[in-house]
């Protein structure tokens, strides 16, 4: 009997074709390798594949990523930054992700991913100048393989995607990955990007730093899924879930979806649970939606004491190193300071040289509007 | 719904029923008239991002979740295109939504809802279906807030047949045009330039939505003067008339028109002004070429007042770039006060 006499209209693509649903399942918990005390628990589905030296350089990269994000809510009260979303708590998903990603790879940044900045050594100072408005952006994309920080909710997405779907065409087996946060699942870019990369196979990671809150809005009035990682079955790719506050559980469940994509079998969604513990913004004020007692709670889960507590057990942290970071952490800060305080903010005459590559004749009168109006010495 | 003794207990929110004059800023004037319309209509809820406990990104919908409930103070989702789309067909099954886009920029993710169904329903079903809906865009730059969270995009809107769209001054007008907004039936996009949430002037506020007097379409001469029209919306009819405040001690004698909505665009107030004055200077802050300043000037020169007309038109609008985030950049961008007091001298100098 024919699947129409049994009333099954004909299907367009083969029922084989189709992925088994429960092959894109997020465990039930997050994947977790490091208890707060540090205690290591292996996982055969996820290994580390690092050395003493590049467990240290984890330590290390989040404690400057610590201190340079603290010197920059410091230089934005002093009036030095206009604005600063922090990523403090989330250095351990930040990091973790972006180690794993190999030297050719890419990134599709938010605004809150200095963490990720600095793994792909974006100068801190010239990241931070976004923030006071010297330029739009100050570090070079092509050569840290760091994109735009994407001010606008969730464009990223599309970018990595159609980046991503770029390199499969051109065979060049480099794999995209892009950060977005809770709030940003909700839009409509990571919808459509992640349909595209699911349809297209693209070699692209959707990095979700669930950090609990869009602004004020708590998650459960941001999804009524089981969790975000769910979402991923609806476009056909895995969703994985992880502790984003463990570094070494961040790594390697980054590095199994990299891994997967780089060979082609497609994308990957990995939501990271973690806490965003300052404000939005620099302009935002937490009190009005959540506690004290919450954020002392989410303290304790603080992603740089686990990891020390893992390199103490493993007699790798001694004060030599801890001397060592100290040191770094305050020559970075130093650096961050001299090239943010009083950086210029460029001249007017500038307003009209990146808005189009040609020069237009419509540009020229009003060149020389602005010319006359700064030589009458007036207000501009 | 509202209970009746919320109010009470509300200490931030001023008696919805009072219809005492005060002095209040735009920000609460625009919350009154929310107030106003929730508690005339049952119909009437809004919907936004950080609108509920966090009470919206610039404190306009303060304490509102607190008097009427997360039902009608709904915090979405991020998602723009909901919102808005939401919104429609919200508003097509009687019920009168209110949108706040967090910063006006970010309705262009909602174009599709906007532009392709609010404003084409009515037409496209011949009268058979209604969208009457508001939405509020916190808009304008000098709050450095840079390109994506800064511009002034209310020429897309008043470029769109179906939508209406107005831009109040004052804090009268932010009230009262909310007001007429919510009463008219047609989908009306209101535009608020964030520096003048903090602007404070005299408020009558009304006791229901249909008490207001704000006519949709029609402008205002604000201010009387013989030597020259200026013609301004939003934060630009402020700074127009700091400048025409300075030129008056300089014997320069400048008159006012607000144009207060810019769809339908009250062209009638503007070339009679123009008729009398002979002169005419057009500020806005969205971008000089093909802003709403285009269509007043296009206005005028297609009309009687063409024959009036004593010099050039003037334009002192927003200079052809996104928006800077550096100060001085993003000042060299703006129309500053500063710009129109010389470019309204020159004009009221130019021989005729």
Redesign the interface.
């Known amino acids: 009997m024919t699947d129409a006499a049994n009333g099954q209209v004909p299907a367009s693509t083969d029922a084989s074709d189709r992925p088994d649903p429960l092959d894109f399942l997020p465990p039930d918990e997050p994947v977790h390798l490091l208890d707060p005390d540090g205690t290591y628990h292996p996982d055969p589905d996820h290994p580390i594949d690092l050395d003493d030296a590049a467990l240290r350089e984890l330590y290390r990269l989040m404690m400057v990523t610590r201190k340079v994000d603290r010197e920059a809510i410091n230089l934005q009260r002093q009036g030095q930054l206009g604005v600063y979303a922090s990523c403090m708590g989330q250095e351990a998903a930040q990091i973790g992700s972006a180690y794993a990603l190999g030297p050719d790879d890419w990134i599709f940044p938010s605004y809150r991913e200095l963490g990720a900045a600095l793994v792909r050594q974006v100068d801190a100072a010239g990241f931070l100048h976004l923030y006071r408005g010297t330029w739009l952006s100050d570090h070079d994309p092509y050569k840290h393989n760091f994109g735009l920080m994407s001010i606008p909710i969730g464009t990223q997405a599309l970018h990595a995607t159609g980046f991503a779907m770029g390199a499969r065409l051109d065979g060049n087996p480099i794999v995209a990955m892009t950060y977005y946060g809770d709030g940003g699942t909700s839009e409509g870019d990571p919808h459509e990007a992640m349909t595209f990369a699911g349809v297209t196979k693209a070699p692209v990671i959707f990095f979700v730093q669930n950090n609990q809150y869009a602004i004020s809005v708590p998650l459960a009035k941001q999804t009524a899924a089981p969790t975000l990682a769910h979402k991923a079955i609806g476009y056909g790719m895995p969703g994985y879930r992880v502790d984003g506050n463990d570094v070494l559980a961040s790594y390697a469940v980054t590095r199994r979806a990299i891994d997967r994509a780089r060979e082609g079998v497609g994308p990957a969604f990995i939501e990271a649970m973690t806490y965003r513990m300052e404000a939005h913004t620099t302009s935002d004020d937490p009190s009005r939606y959540r506690t004290q007692e919450e954020l002392e709670e989410a303290a304790k889960t603080d992603p740089i004491v686990r990891m020390r507590n893992f390199l103490t057990k493993r007699d790798l942290y001694d004060s030599a190193l801890e001397d060592a970071i100290e040191e770094q952490t305050k020559q970075v800060a130093s650096e961050v300071r001299a090239g943010i305080y009083d950086a210029p903010h460029g001249d007017p005459m500038e307003l009209f040289d990146h808005v189009y590559l040609d020069a237009t004749n419509h540009f020229e009168d009003q060149v020389a509007q602005l010319r006359s109006e700064l030589s009458q010495g007036g207000e501009v | 719904m509202p209970a009746a003794d919320s109010t009470d207990t509300v200490d931030t929110i001023e008696d919805p029923v009072s219809t005492e004059v005060r002095t209040t800023t735009y920000a609460k004037a625009v919350a009154a008239a929310l107030r106003t319309a929730m508690h005339a209509d049952e119909r009437v809820f809004m919907a936004g991002?950080?609108i509920?406990?966090?009470?919206g990104a610039f404190g306009v919908t303060d304490g509102l979740l607190q008097e009427f409930g997360e039902e009608r103070i709904r915090?979405t989702?991020?998602?723009?295109?909901?919102i808005v789309g939401m919104a429609v067909g919200a508003a097509i099954t009687g019920t009168r939504p209110i949108v706040e886009m967090q910063f006006s920029?970010?309705v262009v993710?909602a174009m599709d809802p906007l532009v392709n169904q609010a404003a084409k329903l009515y037409f496209m079903y011949g009268g058979n279906v209604e969208v009457p809906m508001v939405l509020r865009l916190p808009g304008g730059g000098g709050t450095?807030a840079?390109?994506?969270?800064s511009q002034s995009l209310e020429a897309w809107f008043a470029h769109v047949p179906g939508l209406k769209v107005v831009a109040p001054s004052t804090v009268q007008d932010a009230h009262d045009l909310l007001l007429a907004a919510l009463v008219d039936p047609n989908p009306v996009v209101v535009v608020e330039h964030k520096l003048l949430y903090k602007q404070e002037g005299a408020l009558t506020p009304r006791a229901t939505p249909e008490d207001s007097p704000a006519v949709i379409g029609e402008a205002a001469v604000v201010r009387e003067g013989t030597d020259l029209t200026v013609v301004g919306y939003s934060l630009n009819t402020h700074k127009a008339l700091d400048a025409a405040e300075e030129l008056a001690a300089e014997g320069i004698d400048v008159e006012v028109v607000d144009l207060r909505t810019l769809r339908p665009l009250d062209t009638e107030t503007v070339i009679e002004s123009v008729c009398r004055t002979g002169k005419l200077l057009v500020t806005h802050e969205a971008p000089t070429?093909v802003g709403v300043g285009a269509e007043v000037v296009a206005a005028v020169a297609g009309s009687r007042a063409f024959d009036h007309l004593l010099a050039p038109i003037v334009r002192v609008c927003g200079?052809?770039?996104?928006m800077?985030?550096?100060?001085?950049?993003?000042?060299?961008?703006i129309p500053?006060?500063?710009?129109l007091v010389?470019a309204m001298r020159a004009l009221a100098a130019e021989d005729v």
Do not use: C, K, V
């Open positions: 991002e950080d509920g406990i966090y009470g915090d989702p991020i998602s723009e295109d909901a920029d970010f993710n450095g840079a390109a994506q969270h070429a200079r052809e770039n996104p800077p985030y550096a100060p001085a950049l993003e000042a060299a961008t500053q006060t500063a710009d010389a």
